[in-house]
């Protein structure tokens, strides 16, 4: 009996995760596949250790696979408990430690069942309906269907799927087609018209999918040798661990190529390398790569008259080196790694007693109800997080500010519920400052909101270090608080200055740090760091605006007139900020005693914008504690601080 629960267990797993999809959390794909298979392996592992107590026997295989897949689960570990810094981010996040574990977990429950055909219609199902689903939407049956502003719209949009984006629908779409189609050509003559029915809509739908990835959905790829370069620079600091499996992005901010800066993904970061295997080697370094690679090998060799998953396998490794890894096809991966190994079982282990078998069945419901308490917490604290966005989106600011509370206490570890959770006191500060005539209770107020945001802000750049979208969030609360609170114009040039260090070839922080001095009317050190960003980017219109600017200011309008006419040759002529452009070009050439006129060459489209300045202004301004002030930076990031908890309601 447990044997058939188990085995129609893994095949519901099998046709239900592609599928599986909920709009209940800030990302509705990858985040609750996840959970849904987590929970789903959880219940499956309680189910066998049940039929192990009921057998009084322990029993399983071997196969020459178990070995590199172990390998692969004990680098990940090694990784997260000596590399990674937020460990409750680096076990949930997409390839982390959370899934890798549970796709190990489904790779020894399917080796050790003989699911072969189960499994195959599981996948055909499944795919049928991704592509049924697929034609549809494309055909915009979808969007004629679903109101515009029901809680349903987002699946209006052409290119929807419950595969999460049409890149991972391609690829599940692919796999199951190359382990599929060797099944049905060797047996077409007894095949059902249902099942011919299934393999054109599956064609169909890859077709579909195809379309769009060359056109409305094409995905943004960091470029090969970018790709390359950032893996060549980790390895250079963490060549054998990596730089754990929650910083790729700081691996990426800190070897990003300045090559890139020429190209339209200049300020584009990357949370993914090019592919699967340059994002291992950078997070898991060489012993990461080594893992992999033996796993391919080992898969080559077993895979030897094994037709119906050579080509799904082939084409797994394959797709890994030309995309980075999505969940879907890592699941897909581990499916047919686990029928191969039943294919190849070297031998079969027994043993056990009533002694045993009740000790494993009592340490596996254990581990599951902890596992299941914590994956909970973490879907949970993610939910009342989208509930939060949507009350702000609704202009519900006491609303949004506790149900983030809620989110931070249920997961305080997410650095982006604190950054958010930072901003969010901030508005409400600002909104509060906006009044006309401040009680000294609405001082206090905005005193405690603002060091909340402060403290909330540190809390991030404490969990994640290295991390630049951490110190750019308490850079910018810094900065907005240079006219309302005492030192923080030196506060936001220390956090400038540790931003500037984690992303040194990004222009746009020159011209960021360039626009804190100029709003100071510090005009020489503006222009440095104008310059400094020109250097970066030679074709950043909005830097020579800048500069242009700051030399005006400075009398160095020769040198300012310069500088504007870049700008001339590097935005569009017809749009509007070319005409901004050429009318203050004009105004500095009536400044100049003969000056010849130039006509520059057409450029690029870009947005100007002036120096920016800060906005919030408080007289008297507010005396901050100390506390406030941004965090030690260190060799290896930051000075820890414990992180604070949220206020209990909002003010």
Partial sequence: ???????????????????????????????????????????????????????????????????????????????????????????????????????????????????????????????????????????????????????????????FTPAGNPLSLGLFLALVLSFYLPQFWHEWEKKQPLEYFALLLILCGLGVTFYQLLTTAKPLFLPFSAGWFVAVEALKRFPFLGVGLDNYLAAFTAGRPISLNSTNLWNVRFGLSSNHYFYVLTTTGLLGLFAWLFLILRTVRLTKNKYLVFLPLLFSFLFLFFVPAVSLLLFVLYLFLGLLANQTVTTEVKFGSKTATQILLTVVILLSAVSLYGLGRFWLADYYFRQSLSALAQNRGTDAYNLQIKAINLNPQSENYRLTYSQTNLALANALSAKKDLTDQDRQDISGLIQQAIAEAKAAVNLGPNRINNWENLTSIYQALVNAAQGADQWTLAAYNQTIALDPTNPLLRLNLGSLFFSAKNYDEAIRQFNLSINLKPDFANAYYNLAAALKETGKIKEAVAAMERVLGLVEPNSNDYRKAKKELDDLRTKLPKEETKEAPSGQPETLTEPATSSAVLNPPLKLPENAAPPVATSSGTKKEKSPSPSPSAS
Avoid: C, H
Wanted: charge should be neutral; avoid cysteine; hydrophobic fraction near 55%.
């Fill in 1 to 159: 009996m447990l044997d058939k629960i188990l085995e129609r267990g893994i095949l519901g797993l099998v046709f239900f995760l592609p599928l599986f999809f909920l709009p209940l959390t800030t990302e509705f794909y990858d985040f609750n596949k996840f959970i849904f298979l987590s929970f789903y392996l959880l219940i499956l592992m309680v189910t066998w250790a049940f039929r192990a107590y009921q057998k009084q026997e322990i029993a399983f295989t071997r196969s020459s696979l178990d070995l590199p897949v172990v390998l692969i689960l004990l680098v990940y570990a090694l990784v997260y408990f000596l590399v990674s810094t937020n460990k409750i981010e680096a076990l949930i996040m997409p390839q982390g430690l959370g899934l890798i574990l549970a796709l190990t977990v489904l790779y020894f429950l399917v080796k050790e069942t003989s699911l072969t055909k189960g499994i195959s219609l599981a996948l055909v199902g499944s795919a049928s309906l991704l592509s049924f689903a697929a034609i549809y939407q494309f055909i915009g049956v979808g969007e004629t269907l679903i109101p515009e502003k029901s809680f349903f719209a987002f699946m209006r949009a052409t290119t």
